[in-house]
Nanobody
């Protein structure tokens, strides 16, 4: 199973970006998806999470500005990021809990990371 993240880039403060992460390989079902970020010199942190039923939760710092969504048919998760601020600058990683068969518990997979840089 591989996760391919895309959509990062350089944007001015107040702008928007949409990240995508597509999973490929031997996939029976994807349970939960998550987007994490790692700012320069800091630890990786959870940004947004969406479970198999579509319930979402967000870090306080992005609540109301970011929206996570999923397309189960495409095994893809998205992160719409609006009103971006310089403090959102980080490498963004996607994470998925993947079932390769119905009888084996899910395994966590990570994407390669995509850089988001917000200029002031």
């Amino acid at each position: 199973v591989q996760l391919q993240a895309s959509g990062g880039g350089l944007v001015q403060a107040g702008g928007s970006l949409r990240l995508s992460c597509a999973a490929s390989g031997s996939i029976f079902r994807i349970n939960a998806w998550g987007w994490y970020r790692q700012p320069p010199g800091k630890q990786r942190e959870l940004v947004a999470h969406i479970d198999s039923g579509g319930s979402t939760n967000y870090a306080d710092s992005v609540e109301g500005r970011f929206t996570i969504s999923r397309d189960n048919a495409k095994n893809t998760v998205y992160l719409q990021m609006n009103s971006l601020q310089p403090e959102d600058t980080a490498v963004y990683y996607c994470n998925a809990g993947v079932l390769t068969t119905w009888y084996i518990p899910p395994t966590d997979y990570w994407g390669q990371g995509t850089q988001v840089t917000v200029s002031s």
